[in-house]
C-alpha cells in the first residue's frame, strides 16, 4: 500500500475523500477497508448519492419499518436516516479525525437543496442537521449560491463546519472565500474556538468540461475543436492560484494567526464524462499541497491500480491555465454563461434527486 498510487497522492498533500455513502458500506466493513487499503480519509454525500443508497438497500428496512410504525412523513424519515448514516460514518473516521488534528476524517452531509436560494431556512437547517449527527468532524454542505453566500457566514458563525458545495466560477469561489472569513469574524465575536472551524470550498471540475465541450462542439473551428477537454483543468488551477492569494489577505493572515483554518479546495465532480478521457484525469493533474480531492468509487479504484502521480500539476501550470481562457474567449466561449448555467442545472438535478429520495422513502414507508 506505502508504493500505491493513493498513497503517493496523500504523500503529495491530496486529502482522498470517497464521493458516495450507504448503509451497506457503513455495515459490511467497506469504509474501513477503503482508509486501510485505498487512503480515504473523508466521505461526501448528497440528495443523489442517498437516493441511490435508499433504493438499493435493503440494509434500511429495519429502520424504515419502525419509522412508519411510529407514523414518520418521508421527511422525517429522510432527515432520520440519512444523518444515522453520516454519524455511523464519523464514528469510522473518528481515528482519522483526531490524527489529523480535524482536517480530514470528515463527512459532509448536505441541506435540502429546496432551500438553495432561501437563507434563513438554510441556517436553520444546518444547524438542525448538525445538532442531530452531533459528531465534531461532521460537515454542513451549502450550495455556493448567493443565498447560501450568506447563509455560510451566519453558519460559520455558530460555530458549525461547512463544506460549501456548486461552485463553478472563480469570481463566486472569492465570494465564498470572504463569506468563510467573514462567518470567522463574526465566530470570533461569539466566543468560539477558530481552531475547531473547519470548511471546504467544493470547485467542480468535470460538469465545466462537459459544458463548454457542447459549446466548442457547437462552434466547430478546429480553433475551438483544439481547446475541448482543457476548461476544467484551467478553471481549477485557476482557483487554486485565487486560494493562495485569498488566504495571504490581511484579514486572512489575521484569522489564521489567532488559530483559525484556511478554507482548503475541493474537487468535486472528479469523473470523467467523456470516455475518451484517461480516467484519472481530474486527479492526477490537480495535485497540489492541501486540496481535497472527492471522487466517486469508479475513479477512485481507476487511480489506485493505474494513477501517475507526479507531484504538484497545479502551480507550475498558472500561465497554461491563463491561455486556454484567453483562447476560449477568443473563439466565442462566455464562461460567466457557462457558469450560470451550470449552477442552475446543479441545483435542479439535487431537487430533481431530493424528490426521487422522499418518493423511495414514501413507498418504503407505505409498503412497511
Not at 459490511?28 to 482508509?35: M, P
Not at 454519524?87 to 483526531?98: L, P, Q, S, W, Y
Not at 442537521?129 to 448567493?146: E, F, G, H, S
Not at 470567522?184 to 460538469?207: C, M, P, T, W, Y
Amino acid at each position: 500500500m506505502s508504493n500505491s498510487p493513493t498513497a503517493q497522492l496523500s504523500a503529495a498533500g491530496v486529502s482522498i475523500w470517497l464521493d458516495d455513502l450507504s448503509r451497506e458500506r457503513i455495515t459490511s466493513g467497506n469504509l474501513q477497508a477503503l482508509i486501510a487499503e485505498k487512503n480515504v480519509v473523508g466521505v461526501t454525500t448528497n440528495p443523489t448519492i442517498f437516493a441511490g443508497a435508499l433504493t438499493n438497500g435493503e440494509s434500511y428496512a429495519a429502520q424504515v419499518k419502525q419509522l412508519a410504525a411510529a407514523g414518520a412523513d418521508a421527511e422525517a424519515a429522510v432527515f432520520e436516516i440519512t444523518t444515522d448514516d453520516v454519524a455511523d460514518a464519523c464514528d469510522i473516521f473518528r481515528g482519522v479525525f483526531d490524527a489529523t488534528n480535524g482536517v480530514d476524517g470528515r463527512v459532509s452531509i448536505e441541506v435540502s437543496p429546496t432551500l438553495a436560494h432561501d437563507a434563513p431556512g438554510t441556517v436553520d437547517e444546518a444547524k438542525r442537521l448538525w445538532a442531530k449527527v452531533n459528531k465534531p468532524n461532521a460537515l454542513i454542505k451549502i450550495p455556493a449560491t448567493l443565498a447560501g453566500l450568506e447563509a455560510i457566514t451566519d453558519v460559520i458563525g455558530a460555530g458549525i463546519s461547512v463544506n460549501v458545495t456548486l461552485i463553478f466560477s472563480l469570481e463566486r469561489y472569492e465570494a465564498v472565500i470572504k463569506a468563510y472569513l467573514a462567518g470567522l469574524e463574526k465566530a470570533k465575536a461569539n466566543g468560539h474556538d477558530l481552531s475547531k472551524i473547519h470548511s471546504v470550498a467544493s470547485f467542480f471540475v468535470s460538469r465545466v468540461d462537459t459544458e463548454v465541450d457542447n459549446r466548442l462542439n457547437s462552434i466547430g473551428t478546429p480553433e475551438a475543436l483544439a481547446l475541448k477537454s482543457k476548461a476544467g483543468l484551467a478553471n481549477a488551477r485557476l482557483a487554486y492560484e485565487l486560494y493562495e492569494a485569498q488566504f495571504n489577505t490581511p484579514q486572512a493572515v489575521s484569522l489564521l494567526a489567532d488559530g483559525a483554518n484556511a478554507q482548503r479546495p475541493l474537487w468535486a465532480s472528479t469523473g470523467v464524462k467523456d470516455p475518451a478521457l484517461p480516467d484519472t484525469l481530474y486527479v492526477t493533474e490537480l495535485v497540489a499541497a492541501g486540496i481535497v480531492n472527492t471522487m466517486p468509487e469508479k475513479t477512485l479504484d481507476a487511480t489506485f491500480d493505474h494513477g501517475i502521480v507526479t507531484g504538484d500539476t497545479i502551480t507550475t501550470n498558472y500561465a497554461d491555465a491563463k491561455a486556454v481562457f484567453a483562447a476560449l474567449a477568443a473563439v466565442g466561449i462566455d464562461f460567466e454563461d457557462v457558469t450560470n448555467v451550470l449552477e442552475s442545472e446543479g441545483v435542479s438535478k439535487f431537487i430533481i434527486s431530493w424528490g426521487e429520495l422522499l418518493e423511495t422513502v414514501n413507498t418504503a414507508l407505505a409498503g412497511a
